[in-house]
């Protein structure tokens, strides 16, 4: 499973962003996709994962701001980013499990930079 992220830039403390993530190679076998992100010098934190069946989980500081989403017939998930903070710029990756969740895939990083 190979994935393209898509959608980072610079926003304005406040304003929104989407971003999206693209699947290809073995498809049929994804199960739960979502995005992480990581600030320099920080560990990797979930933001939030949606499953096939369309349950999602968010991080506590994320929940009411951001909404994940995925179009399973397109293949692609999505990050609907709403009153973004200066605390939350940081380099999103997504990723995608599949094969029963025993394999996860990475897009690159997608940097996402919001300015006060």
């Known amino acids: 499973v190979q994935l393209q992220a898509f959608g980072g830039g610079l926003v304005q403390a406040g304003g929104s962003l989407r971003l999206s993530c693209a699947a290809s190679?073995?498809?049929?076998?994804?199960?739960?996709m979502g995005w992480y992100r990581q600030v320099p010098g920080k560990q990797r934190e979930l933001v939030a994962s949606i499953t096939s069946g369309g349950s999602t989980n968010y991080a506590d500081s994320m929940k009411g701001r951001f909404t994940i989403s995925r179009d399973n017939g397109k293949n692609t998930v999505y990050l609907q980013m709403n009153s973004v903070r200066p605390e939350d710029t940081a380099v999103y990756y997504c990723?995608?499990?599949?094969?029963?969740?025993?394999?996860?895939?990475w897009g690159h990083g997608t940097l996402v930079t919001v300015s006060s």
């Open positions: 990723y995608a499990n599949w094969r029963s969740d025993n394999f996860r895939s």
């Open positions: 190679g073995t498809i049929f076998s994804i199960n739960t």
